[in-house]
């Protein structure tokens, strides 16, 4: 057939509609959805064959075509994936997943009314603050605290209530930018807080942050610099020594610790992370976190310091525009909770679990699970396991490899990038590494399914 034939012979959209296919379709999805399918469908093809192809214009092939767009389209786009990366913070991924209790809470507060801001004993209006105050104070010995939206939220906010209009004095060694967006001099600047940078980028000393305060000086601010770190000839301040400047100054000093280590990682066989304990024992005036990276809960920020500092930021005009819904409060809560017995919090939150979860127990999994891939696959892997390394992610310890066993799957009958992109667009995806032509699969971030749903994947592919 020529084009203008084809082009002709394209059914319509009011016929293709009217089919018993596409009609059982509409009894799924939102018929407006299947309608913009078809359209779609039918401007691919008119697309298609204006530049040369000869696509299937009949109608059962345009309307089965139409209706795996329908379905693409109608699939939600927020939605669960397998991590089979052995990054445990994964920014990209969601960071942390949340414990079985807090999923509950979450779903509990959001499905039905909640004492969100009311005092049943009271029985009047309360506030939103208490759901987690006292919990973050017990864990960290703060006098006050409260949480925001995210850590970005927790900085802005505290450099505004504490800096705004004054200068705020900051190591050179610590304007670094965290993930995609947050970048330190930035965030100064559109809190309001007049930055002055002392120091050089390997090394600052307590006279260069002496030597730059004026009447004017509001704040010392220490950054954790999270993902990044200068090693070598380098020399940095203590939160301590920072404080003693403070003191004698009349300057408070605010710490943005960053990935909310909440226990010693030690204990868990884990590099030393400074803990929020420490910072607020040290005598900072706030110190601020996020929730979702080591801490293991949902994305928000905390700040914990001392009273008259915190209950000003409560009353802060900002303090609206960055404060936390029911649903992540519900979530914070239980997480927090969950820390009052640590060990019980090492079992539970699955940020902990993973990260502390033992060799031993990787490489059990990772030979289980290349087992059951050889089982249920015949010849089309071969696969074995391999030591490897896992990261903590989130930028936090970013110096530390964990170490880990992975499964190593390699393909008979495609190239290794087909399969790691075949996996990546199945349901659920799932997102593995590949490394000298093998695809990895790092048990440490599966969560409980992810192994059958990995089985079930590649067997399918296997077909
Ligand atoms: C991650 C991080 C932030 C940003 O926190 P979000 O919760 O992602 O907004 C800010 N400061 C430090 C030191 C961090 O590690």
Redesign the pocket.
Known sequence: MDMQSLLRALPKVDRLLERDDLKALCAVHPRVLVADAVRETLDELRDEIRAGGEPDVSEHAVAARAAMLAERMARRSLRRVVNATGIVVHTNLGRSCLAKAAVDAVAEVSGSYSTLEYDVEAGERGSRHVHVEELICRLTGAEAAMAVN??????LLSLAGLSRGKRAIVSRGQL?E??GS?R?PDVMRESGAVMVEVGTTNKTHLRDYENAITPDTGLLLK?????YRVVGFTQEVSLEELVELGARHGVPVME????GVLVDLREWGLPYEPTIGESVAAGADVV??????LLGGP???IIAGKWHVVQALKKHPMARAVRLDKMTLAALEVTLRLYLDPERARREIPTLRMLSARLEEMRERAEALAERVAHACGDAYATGTAPEVSRAG???LPMADIPTVVTTVVPSRMSVGELEARLRCGEPPIITRISDERLLIDPRTLLDGDEAAIVSALATLAR
């Not at 950054?223 to 993902?227: E, M």
């Not at 943005?256 to 990935?259: I, L, P, R, T």
């Not at 601020?288 to 990276?293: L, P």
Request: glycine share 18%; hydrophobic share 35%; with cysteine.
């Open positions: 995210n850590n970005a939220a927790a900085v670094v965290i993930g947050f330190v950054v954790h610099t999270s993902n943005d610790q960053g990935s601020t976190c996020s929730g979702d990276k994305q928000a920020g989130g930028g936090a």
